[in-house]
């Protein structure tokens, strides 16, 4: 089981440039969540999918960002234009569903807007 | 929605001495309840869970304990170790019906050698 993959693990970039944060779920789960991780405001959901379908964007802050699920395997988040105070670390997690079960989570993308 | 609070945000103990960190949740509905252990540079990774339909469980040094009356649950590390230094976070969910995790703030624990 090689785990949650979340690339790039570093990103850093100047504001008003495009940003794709990628994350591969665990094979056979089928819920795949996106987080922000910032010191103010700790661990933020900002979207989960069931099945590749957006089941909660409620938490994605405002239109720059979007995030896609086109398949099972893999997963994107996308901010543009990117802006400084969306410096954070991102992470994605995945579970697969049924019975309560822990969700799993990669490793992070650490984002630095500048 | 569920608001998870957590308490202390930093817990300092000498090495060999156990460690508490309480969280309180307000969904009643709330039924499902894992802590998470964070370590520098690295996502987080579920230490320990526990469901509505038990008050207590225990793995090895670490044990949760868990009050649906007060709508509170607690994390219990024994006889701590240098390598428990870390963020841990409490969450809840209504899985089955919503896989969503509310978090905790985290607290970051120093065990002191």
Redesign the interface.
């Known amino acids: 089981d090689a785990g949650v993959i979340q690339s790039p693990r570093h990103e850093v970039t100047e504001m008003g440039q495009e940003v794709t944060l990628r994350c591969k779920p665990i094979s056979g789960h089928d819920y795949l969540f996106w987080y922000r991780q910032t010191m103010m405001r700790g661990l933020e959901l900002l979207i989960y999918f069931n099945n590749n379908v957006p089941i909660d964007d409620s938490g994605m802050p405002e239109d720059r960002f979007s995030a896609k699920m086109p398949n099972a395997s893999f997963s994107t988040l996308k901010i543009q234009p990117s802006e400084p105070r969306d410096s954070a670390v991102y992470f994605c997690a995945s579970t697969p569903g049924g019975a309560p079960q822990p969700q799993h989570f990669g490793d992070g993308t650490r984002l630095s807007i500048l | 929605g569920e608001n998870v609070e957590q308490h202390p945000s930093t817990l300092s103990v000498q090495e060999g001495d156990s460690a508490v960190i309480k969280c309180t949740y307000s969904d009643s509905a709330s039924?499902?309840f894992?802590w998470?252990k964070q370590e520098l540079?690295?996502?987080?990774?579920?230490i320990i869970?526990i469901?509505s339909n038990v008050g207590e469980k225990k793995d090895q040094r670490i044990a949760v304990t868990l009050n649906k009356t007060a709508k509170h649950f607690s994390l219990h590390i024994t006889e701590t170790q240098p390598e428990d230094s870390a963020v841990y976070?409490c969450a809840a969910?209504r899985?089955?019906n919503d896989?969503?995790?509310s978090?905790?703030?985290?607290t970051t624990v120093t065990v002191r050698a």
């Open positions: 039924n499902y894992p998470y540079g690295k996502g987080s990774q579920l869970d469901r976070f969910a899985a089955p896989y969503k995790l978090f905790g703030a985290g």
